[in-house]
């Protein structure tokens, strides 16, 4: 059990390039599971290997417990790495793979039998464990990497998309098989992955990073709903929110022609321009359109031209650009419930919800607050 802080933490390969880690700050409670969750290259893994003593910190500190980590071999930190890679000896069996650090840690030959056989109870493993690596299946394999980790019942755990190797429907039932372990444990844990279903189902909080910067650090439920600026908006949420640059003019913003009510403390803003964002779920479809001629202030429906309709059986998804705009509009996504009769090629008539808009500032993307 234990916390860990992030002070300011850099991590630079080479003087000319950008750092691939920018001065991060991030507080871990004990116990707690963290996400970073980001696109590729933006620093997730290269953060996970600092906090391992993998990577060296060119700036700032990290500290575990209160203890700055400076000068601890990673073998001495008691915290476990589960890589995407799994990296299991190929010739030793579950059992052995699992004891591994065990044994070299010079724990007694009963201690480490009675804890591989804890491990391989709680995963679901004791029929498996005099199999090697290559009779297993992924998901077997993957449990196999973090009854290892287990074992060694460490301070910390980390893990770098451990599920990325896994088919669409395992990776969602050990999702909530980790995520139960973990909550079961209490081991404080740091999660990377990049796809932000896993950071949103996974994680007690949940930090994006760009560009080896940290951006927010949210629950899920904040970050949909309170995205800082326009990169957490489009990355959160899936699939993504519809973003449309505009001015606002006498208290509404205008999106493809349609004008959407703002707040009255945001429509002071006249003149500037904002970047509006919209999610799927936050349009509801009009059947009859009422004619434009409420003047530019009145809501008038946004005529779209579907261009993909998905039908998830549950929900369904009509991606459409507004009729009469150019090829490079933005598309704009609609949520329906249930099955839509609507095909690509209809004109589908769409207003957006009250009070469910997203402002964000043209020029900085960072958000304006009602
Ligand atoms: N050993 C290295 N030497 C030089 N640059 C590196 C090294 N390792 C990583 N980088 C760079 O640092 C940046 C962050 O890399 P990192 O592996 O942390 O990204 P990531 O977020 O884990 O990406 P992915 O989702 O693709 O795994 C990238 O620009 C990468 O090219
Ligand atoms: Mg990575």
Redesign the pocket.
């Known amino acids: 059990m234990a916390t860990v802080y992030f002070d300011e933490a850099t991590r630079r ?1 080479s003087k000319e390039d950008a750092p ?1 880690v920018d001065g991060i700050t991030l507080d871990i409670a004990d116990g707690e599971f963290l996400v970073l969750v ?1 696109p ?7 953060t996970l290997r600092m906090l391992a003593g993998l990577e060296p910190v060119d700036g700032g500190r990290i500290l575990v417990d209160g203890h700055d980590q400076k000068g601890v071999r990673p073998r001495d930190r008691d915290i476990a790495m589960v890589f995407q890679s799994y990296a299991l000896y190929p010739n030793m069996s579950a059992a052995q793979n699992m004891a591994f650090a065990l044994d070299n840690a010079k724990v007694s030959r009963s201690e480490t039998r009675q804890r591989v056989a804890e491990a391989a109870k709680i995963l679901e493993l004791e029929p498996l464990l005099d199999r090697k690596p290559g009779q297993m299946s992924g998901g077997q394999r993957q449990r196999v990497a973090m009854g290892r980790a287990i074992v060694r019942n460490p301070k910390v755990f980390c893990m770098d998309e451990p599920l990325s190797n896994l088919d669409a429907k395992l990776r969602v039932s050990t999702r909530s098989q980790i995520a139960g372990l973990q909550r079961r444990l209490g081991i404080t844990t740091v999660y ?1 992955t ?1 796809d932000q279903v896993e950071a949103m189902t996974m994680g007690h909080r949940v930090a994006v990073l760009r560009d080896g910067k940290l951006q927010q650090v949210d629950t899920p439920e904040r970050l949909y709903d309170h995205p800082v600026n326009t990169f957490v908006a489009a990355f959160i949420g899936s699939p993504a929110i519809t973003l449309v640059e505009s001015d606002v003019r006498e208290g509404v913003a205008r999106v493809h022609g349609v004008s959407v009510p703002l707040d009255r403390s945001v429509a002071g803003r006249a003149g500037e321009k904002v970047v509006v964002g919209l999610r799927p779920e936050s349009w509801h479809v009009v059947e009859t359109p009422a004619r434009s001629g409420a003047g530019d202030s009145g809501t008038t429906a946004l005529a779209l031209n579907v261009e993909l309709v998905e039908s998830l059986g549950s929900e369904s998804f009509v991606y459409g650009r507004p009729v009469g705009a150019d090829d490079d509009a933005d598309r704009v996504t609609v949520r329906l419930d249930k099955r839509t009769h609507l095909a690509v090629g209809d004109t589908v008539h769409v207003e957006p919800n009250r009070g469910e808009v997203h402002l964000f500032d043209a020029a900085s993307g960072e958000r304006i607050e009602a």
């Open positions: 390969f691939a980001g590729s290259g933006c620093g997730k893994s290269t990377v990049h």
